[in-house]
């Protein structure tokens, strides 16, 4: 009886492990029934018939990143290039990985190398290095369209090096030296035309600055000169009309008389005084007395009425 129970109890577990299946979060197991596809466990505990159903295949649903082995593609300018990348791809269709391909994982990179050849081939060097985006995402469009029939979605494809041989990655190297050097005298002539034009703008407008000064100083001075002629002028004037006043007044004309008969007698007296300037006295007074009654006519007719 013993024997029994433990071959019934032996019997029982090997049903129990055989039906109970936990299946882990982001996991999907496809089972089959007597040999044909029959569905797929989600995650949590799943009861299955025992020796009818069968686990066959188990697939993890998490993003998986695949290395894209090195390889050499020919540009479209005949140059070779060492080009290795990283793929990430996601299993979305657990019925399809299992039956769509014998092995989507070695599917997939050999897509993705054959991929990778035909966009390098379209392009040049240069533009090789330039429009790394544009090639990953062309790698990712012709693997996305085939991977479909293996329940694989291609998330996006990164290039990680691209190494052209030496004797191009030399004249690379020297190109972008030429280039480098180019832009410094470009910078350095550019630099010595803004110094010349800053001279230049400031010469003029010092230039400017100083001839507004003396403009400037000009001006001033024809306006002081033309106060002081006013002034004068002024002056002038009035001692005129103070005199011709004077002269009005009872007793102005013997005033002006005896004034200018001190003048004549003083201008005598003074070229009297000149050793080098001979002094002929007039022999008749009379003139005297004739140059002042012509002065005093020459008041009268000036003076106001």
Not at 220 to 234: R, W
Request: proline share 4%; with cysteine.
């Amino acid at each position: 009886m013993a024997e029994i129970a433990v071959l019934v109890f032996v019997i029982a577990v090997i049903f129990v492990v055989r039906s109970v299946k936990v299946v882990p979060q982001q996991h999907a197991w496809v089972v089959e029934r007597l040999g044909r596809y029959h569905g797929s466990l989600s995650p949590g505990l799943n009861l299955l018939v025992p020796f009818v159903d069968r686990v066959a295949y188990k697939h993890s649903l998490k993003e998986i990143p695949l290395d894209v082995p090195s390889q050499v593609c020919i540009t479209r300018d005949n140059t070779q290039l060492q080009v290795d990348g990283i793929l990430y791809f996601q299993v979305t269709d657990p019925m399809r990985a299992s039956y769509g391909s014998s092995n989507y994982i070695m599917a997939v990179t050999q897509l993705a190398q054959t991929s990778l050849r035909s966009v390098i081939g379209k392009l040049e060097l240069d533009k090789t290095f330039e429009e790394r985006d544009i090639i990953n995402a062309q790698v990712v469009q012709a693997i996305d369209e085939a991977a479909l029939n293996w329940g694989v979605k291609v998330l996006r494809y990164e290039i990680k090096d691209l190494t052209p041989p030496k004797e191009i990655l030399h004249a690379m190297q020297a190109q972008i030296t030429a280039e480098r050097e180019k832009r410094a005298l470009i910078a350095a002539s550019e630099g010595r035309r803004q110094e010349q034009i800053n001279i230049a703008t400031g010469e003029r407008e010092a230039f400017i600055a100083r001839s507004e000064g003396e403009k400037q100083a000009q001006i001033n001075k024809a306006q002081g000169e033309a106060g002081a002629i006013t002034a004068v002028a002024l002056a002038t004037a009035e001692a005129i009309e103070r005199i011709a006043a004077a002269i009005r007044q009872p007793g102005g004309e013997q005033a002006v008389q005896l004034k200018v008969a001190e003048r004549a007698v003083d201008a005598y007296s003074r070229v009297a005084a000149d050793a080098t300037t001979t002094l002929v006295v007039p022999s008749n007074m009379t003139e005297v007395s004739t140059l002042i009654a012509s002065a005093m006519r020459m008041v009268q007719a000036t003076t106001p009425r």
